[in-house]
């Protein structure tokens, strides 16, 4: 197999606001196998709270030559050389969604028919990015109506993350549910969670940073389920996150790819949490490898390209339904419309 990958520039269509940062756009490398006249193709978003970056990223890939070998469907054995290589995350998961992407293209069948699975799960969450209540709520007001639930940005440390939950409320009767960012200590967490319960938030994401001793105090006495996200990277992480919280969120961009995602959300069934699928700003080609394994999730939070200003990468469908929709062509189903060379 022959890889070549490149950086592109994300253009975000709004600036994008979390706890920890704001961004405008995003750099994220494309992978492109090659194997008999076919080519797969998958998307690396490497993250710098992780420790990645675009050029470690792509350090990883030229590496991952030598690791691949000629059997594209040898994906136990791929992924296992390159668990061996320490992090890069994102860039294990570009090989490893253009792996599914290169078997689907000769196999002739979608990646979710490969996987066994159904092509749709859950619809996607809306993400409104941490601003002043009022901005909140009236972006949420604004909301395109397919839409069926909506995740509120909070962590704003001055006090007003309960009232910025209220303010959307106040808008909405869409479900809704809420992402920390880790920006919480374990007193202000107790006392906010009880107050979103009383404003039907279904459950909160991270409230606590990563491995905060005070987790299973939190999952014992929290009015709602507590999910985690920065706590939750690939499958050796899940049974301690049992003790701390009552679901997961699962990104491949964390996982390393659609396989290990897979692991995973078996993994935290057999310990009774719930199964969150999530994403970072990606086109849809990232999109595209998330969305395959989306029917074995109970939560879907898939908006990363609808955040874009262009999608570069058309290829999922946001359904009437507010389902993202991977295609039913072979592989991952993207395709580069806009781009002379993908590679
Ligand atoms: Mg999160």
Redesign the pocket.
Known sequence: MRLSHRTATLRLAQPFTISRETATEVEVVWVALELNGATGYGEAAPQAHYGESVESARAFLDDAKALLGDDPFALEEICARMAERPGEQAAKAAVDNALHDLCGKLAGLPTWRMLGLPRTGPPTSWTVWLGEPDDMARRAAAVDPRFRRLKLKLGGRDGLDVERVRAVREVTALPLMV?V?EYWELEEALENVQALAGLGVEYV??PLPAGDPGGARLKAEAALPIYV??DCHTLADVAACAERAHGI?IKLAKSGGIREAVKMAFSARSLGLGVML?CMLESGLGIAGAAQVAPLCDHVDLDGNLLLAEDPWPGVEFREDGVQTPSDEPGLGARAEALSDPR
Do not use: C, M, S, T
């Open positions: 992402d960012n994401e991270q996200d920065e969120n999530g």
